[in-house]
């Protein structure tokens, strides 16, 4: 099983990045797929989640800026981040859970900074 995630990087305040998770190992479609986040000294964060159909939601903070896909036929979840802020600076992990599964990605960072 391996998830790994791209699109990390450095972002001026205001600006856009676009994470991908691309999935191997196990039957994707099957899977609920999940972004969670951590910040230096703080606790993971769950940031946005897809189910297997599609249904999707949100943190708080993060409502109306980030928005989750998925294509099945690439076996890839998506994270799409505007407006992004300071405070969205973290590591973002890649999560696929069903029933007692639970895979994890390595993480990228995500750096918002003028």
């Known amino acids: 099983v391996q998830l790994v995630e791209s699109g990390g990087g450095l972002v001026q305040p205001g600006g856009s990045l676009r994470l991908s998770c691309a999935a191997s190992?196990?039957?994707?479609?099957?899977?609920?797929m999940s972004w969670v986040r951590q910040a230096p000294g703080k606790q993971r964060e769950l940031v946005a989640a897809?189910?297997?159909?599609?249904?999707?939601n949100y943190a708080d903070s993060v409502k109306g800026r980030f928005t989750i896909s998925r294509d099945n036929a690439k076996n890839t979840v998506y994270l799409q981040m505007s407006s992004l802020k300071p405070e969205d600076t973290a590591v973002y992990y890649c999560?696929?859970?069903?029933?007692?599964?639970?895979?994890w990605g390595q993480g990228t960072q995500v750096t918002v900074s003028s």
């Open positions: 999560n696929a859970h069903q029933f007692a599964d639970d895979y």
């Open positions: 190992g196990f039957t994707f479609s099957s899977y609920a």
């Open positions: 897809i189910t297997r159909g599609g249904s999707t």
